[in-house]
């Protein structure tokens, strides 16, 4: 289905996603949406291609009055649609960052930098440092905004090392129990089968805490004298690290098996990850520079409901082709 307001051209991808192509800035919205993935030009001096037998891309060069003016509008406007409780992501190159951030502190109280390690390495530089980080500010409004926790995968060597203590219950990794020696904890002593704990800096939990953890046998009891006590964590229960502001376990398209369909497109699953962090099922999304239509097919996955937003006719058949195999299938 297409539909035609002004200046905007409207396509419904499937129930919950739909395309429009035209100038974000020109879009009119009766709601607001619970997250904004912005992933604009990067001021980067240089234009950009498919490849060197297809056009399709877009120029990147500005000034740095003119790209300031720029993001400054486009930050205005999505802070406008934005719930009050929600989250923008804005995705800029490491060495771009500086006038996006500026504009994004001046309009939003709380910006937050990710840092994405976008590949391993970059053999084909050789007169400077090879560009491997990517920064997604988070911006909010205010402190207490929609956040969902999730887990980045532990890698294989970390398992194979962290649990390598065994018993009824299976492999378990050591957690600490014992506050560090910089600081002081709770202070009581704890008796096991005659033994005495008593750490000079204290526990990190309170006493009845610990009564539970030695009456549930999860408390690894050492062999040697004078060792600490330590929480069992074990494997069948770990769902991985909880994320951090590094993440460096989703690589760019270049390094992956997924196939690029524009010149700039970032892989499906950095954007899952955003979406499963800041929003819950049904809620709505916004990318008003959505490129190959990442953003969408990855809320479609999650079951969100998204609008994306390009000014490049280019990019319709692309992102069309995206749906057209999925509800196909």
């Known amino acids: ?10 396509y419904d991808l499937s129930n919950n996603i739909q395309l429009i192509i035209g100038d974000a800035l020109d879009s009119n919205f009766k709601t607001k949406f619970n997250m904004i993935y912005l992933d604009p030009p990067f001021n980067s001096k240089r234009n950009y291609t498919l490849n060197y037998k297809n056009n399709l891309g877009f120029k990147d060069k500005w000034t740095d009055i003119d790209y300031e003016n720029f993001i400054s509008k486009i930050v205005d406007k999505m ?16 060495s771009g960052m500086f006038i996006p951030e500026k504009v994004l502190r001046k309009k939003f109280k709380f910006v937050e930098p990710i840092f994405w390690k976008k590949c391993r390495s970059k053999n084909n530089v050789k007169k400077k440092l090879g560009s491997t980080i990517d920064i997604i500010f988070k911006c909010n409004k205010k402190a207490k905004s929609k956040f969902n926790l999730t887990y980045q995968k532990k890698d294989s060597v970390y398992l194979q090392k962290s649990f390598n203590n065994k018993d009824d219950f299976g492999n378990y990794a050591l957690g600490h129990l014992v506050t560090e020696k910089t600081k002081k904890g709770y202070m009581y002593t704890v008796n096991i089968n005659g033994r005495i704990f008593n750490p000079k800096s204290g526990w990190r939990i309170k006493k009845t805490q610990l009564d539970l953890l030695i009456e549930e046998n999860r408390v690894h009891i050492p062999k040697k004298k004078e060792a600490k006590l330590y929480k069992k964590i074990y494997l069948s229960e770990n769902p991985g690290k909880r994320c951090t502001d590094l993440w460096d376990d989703i690589h760019s398209i270049s390094q992956g098996k997924e196939l690029r369909k524009y010149p700039t497109s970032k892989p499906i699953k950095l954007l899952e990850r955003l979406i499963t962090i800041s929003t819950d099922e049904h809620d709505l999304v916004y990318d008003p520079m959505c490129g190959s239509g990442t953003t969408g097919e990855a809320c479609y996955n999650l079951n969100r409901k998204c609008i994306m937003n390009d000014i490049n006719n280019d990019v319709i058949s692309i992102i069309k082709s995206r749906f057209n195999n999925k509800i196909k299938s």
């Open 79 to 94: 802070y406008s649609i934005l719930t009050d409780d929600g989250t923008l992501f804005f995705h800029i190159s490491s």
């Open 1 to 10: 289905m297409e539909k035609k307001e002004e200046s905007l051209c409207k």
